[in-house]
């Protein structure tokens, strides 16, 4: 159970802190929720505490372990497949694992994409959520800002 100040990461939307724990009746049923809100906009998301855990809401990580996918972003293998459906579903897993350095490589393998072949709309909008997601907890695990490490993501690439 995570408390209020905790810093989390949601495997979908990103890195936040928890800013409360609130009770809400949705569907006719009370449930506590976390709130969320996530660091990178004013966005606020709401997770059900009871189903947290499925969800994939974890804490951030160390400062020392962003530092490592930062590092290690330059150098990730990449296996383009060149079937659009199938590439899809691999990078969709790969965020939805929540695991910083499988995103880091759906951000790498797109950006490869992008440069190379251009992207689909939807790889667009991805690469737009993936970016967020793996810079928004980067941010928070280094207490330093979202263009710093935007532009050192730029640079490993």
Known sequence: ??????????????????????EQKMGGVKRDYYLLKLSTNSMQVMVPTS??????????????????VLDAFHDLAIDPDENWNRRYRENMLHLKSGDLMQVAQVVKSLMLREREKGLSTGERKMLCSAKQILISEIVLAQKTSYEVIEKMIAEAF
Not at 12 to 21: F, L, Q, S, V
């Open 51 to 68: 189903s947290s855990v499925e969800i994939g809401l974890r804490p951030v990580v160390d400062a020392q372990v962003a530092a490592e």
């Open 1 to 22: 159970m995570f408390s209020i100040g905790d810093k989390v990461a949601h495997p979908m939307h990103g890195a936040g802190i928890i800013e409360d724990i609130v």
